[in-house]
């Protein structure tokens, strides 16, 4: 039978941190991640500010300034012809200034190496996680599946779920959640970068569809907002229509009109909002996106879920190292994080409201118009509340800070990740 103090089931940035952070306080964990290696097309790739200060404090900060990325300090938005700026972070009081656009791969192989370097971190790739184990009531462990398919046991003191929003731990346990009504649903897809022409950072676009833009490099991350439910419909119409409306709004994209070949280029995420009434049972603790669905506007998300992290690093090390653990040390948790979840998820629903909605609302009735949001209008017009939307979206609510034992001055990672892949 195999055992562990904590495992924690997702090798995302909130498993990855949280493993890191419970080994450094000399706490047995092992991390289970169900994919092979960490090289998968992921939809959040921005790292705030915040989660750079915690870089930092943890020593890692100029190794993760090595990693290729692009930095994002202003969005803009083509307004008459001309892109405007609407919001930057130039003169928040913050030590960095933007956002980090990082392939999350390479993020998560930083941590890795990092947690690799700790006697008491194990990471188990190719580990599935199938159900949880209980014993009178408590749960006691997970059962998982093997790279061969072969069915195993792993028990452990605590176990955390930090497998995402379709949480297979957190519906396991019968957690009961509450949702909200989102407006929209986005279409996922690439387009390729013109240095020549194309501005530098995040753009929007708000003609015909609104169309969110992530400079990666090469390449722009595109999201298209479209109504709720409506992607079975608009999949009828041709996929060029996309990049035509958005070249429509932003004449500098007239060349890639015909970028996209087919819809399996055009992935769906169905936005939702939810977040767990109560986010632990005796023995498992669920966080990120396991306990609180973001929606993916400021992309806020990844950010949330290793704040949360950090929090129960903080709380848990001393509980798991001294004494047997109780159902109020996991309350503690969630009533130290709650508060910015639902806060950061209320202020998402109400810009669903103002801008997005109406954005939605606006193409509808003015296809040809070219025009901002009102909201986004009135920021572009008083400079000195630009600041204030990328200031709530990048500080976020509550920001954690690294805990005394998991601090360690600036090193250069020489050693090679070691993974347990033969499970």
């Avoid at 001294?322 to 810009?351: G, H, K, N």
Wanted: net charge neutral; charged share 25%; proline share 6%.
């Amino acid at each position: 039978m195999e055992r562990t103090t904590c495992s924690v089931v997702g090798g995302g940035p909130a498993g990855m941190f949280l493993g890191l952070l419970l080994a450094r306080g000399g706490v047995e964990v092992t991390v289970l991640e169900k994919h092979a290696d960490f090289l998968r097309d992921f939809r959040g790739d921005t790292v705030h500010p915040t989660t750079m200060d915690l870089l930092d404090e943890l020593g890692l900060g100029e190794e993760f300034e090595k990693l290729p990325q692009r930095h994002v300090s202003e969005v803009q938005v083509p307004v008459d012809g001309r892109m405007r700026t609407f919001a930057t972070m130039r003169h928040l009081p913050l030590r960095h200034k933007y956002i980090a656009m990082v392939p999350q791969w390479d993020l998560l192989d930083l941590l890795a190496r990092a947690a690799d370097a700790e006697p008491t971190f194990h990471l188990r790739m190719n580990t599935e996680a199938t159900g949880l184990i209980r014993e009178r009531g408590q749960v006691v462990g997970v059962r998982y599946r093997g790279r061969s398919g072969a069915a195993g046991e792993i028990r452990a003191d605590l176990t955390i779920a930090c497998d995402g929003r379709s949480s297979l731990l957190a519906a396991d346990a019968g957690l009961p959640s509450r949702s909200w009504e989102i407006p929209f649903d986005v279409w996922w897809f690439r387009l390729p970068r013109n240095d020549a022409t194309d501005p530098i950072g995040d753009v929007q676009v708000t003609a015909e569809q609104m169309v969110v833009m992530a400079d990666r490099g090469d390449y722009w991350q595109c999201a298209v907002i479209i109504p709720k439910g409506s992607d079975d419909l608009l999949r009828r119409e041709p996929v060029a229509d996309i990049t035509r409306r958005m070249a429509a709004a932003a004449p500098w994209l007239a060349d890639r009109a015909g970028a996209l070949h087919s819809w399996g280029e055009v992935k769906l995420l169905e936005v939702q909002v939810n977040r767990l009434d109560r986010w632990y049972t005796d023995g498992l603790l669920c966080l990120g996106d396991a306990a609180h669905a973001m929606s993916p506007l400021g992309g806020v998300g990844i950010n949330l879920a290793v704040q949360d992290a950090v929090a129960a690093a903080r709380i848990l090390v001393p509980v798991l190292r001294s004494r047997p653990l109780t159902i109020e040390d996991l309350a503690r948790v969630q009533r130290r994080r709650q508060f910015p979840a639902a806060l950061t998820q209320r202020m998402q629903c109400a810009m669903h409201t103002a801008v997005v909605k109406r954005a939605l609302a606006d193409a509808m009735r003015r296809p040809d118009s070219a025009q901002a949001p009102p909201l986004l209008r009135i920021l572009r017009h008083i400079p000195i509340v630009r600041s204030i939307p990328l200031f709530m979206a990048t500080r976020g609510v509550r920001p954690e800070h690294a805990p005394d034992f998991a601090r360690r001055p600036a090193r250069t990672a020489t050693k090679p990740l070691v993974a347990e892949t033969e499970y």
